[in-house]
Nanobody, 125 residues
């Protein structure tokens, strides 16, 4: 069965960095685009970043553009989210997700079929 397992979250001071990882199994990783979403406390889940199947095309939410970088290693069945210059408003549970097949739906929660359990990122001094 499809499994997505995030890791790398934690507590970091403003201006700091974290690298999230998402290990995938149970499907042919290289055939699916992957995305990262986050859910701040008391708010809805929101899009963060997405990358196509072969790691050529990327897309970012305006709020993270220039600070976050999505990447993937198809040989390791893993996608990453490098987060730099973190801000308190980046505090959220971060989720990786497997794309459902339509790249044009990459911004939407409905554009993804499977989700990880999430990893908490807290940015605070």
């Amino acid at each position: 069965q499809v499994q997505l397992v995030e890791s790398g979250g934690g507590l970091v001071q403003p201006g700091g960095s974290l690298r999230l990882s998402c290990a995938a199994s149970g499907f042919t990783f290289s055939k699916y685009f992957m995305g990262w979403f986050r859910q701040p406390p008391g708010k809805e889940r929101e899009f963060v970043a997405a990358m196509d199947r072969i790691g050529v095309s990327t897309y970012y939410a305006d709020s993270v553009k220039g600070r976050f970088t999505i990447s993937r290693d198809n040989a390791k069945n893993t996608t990453y989210l490098q987060m730099n210059n973190l801000k308190p408003e980046d505090t959220a549970v971060y989720y990786c997700a497997q794309g459902a097949g339509r790249w044009e739906l990459r911004l939407r929660v409905s554009g993804y079929d499977y989700w990880g359990q999430g990893t908490q990122v807290t940015v605070s001094s």
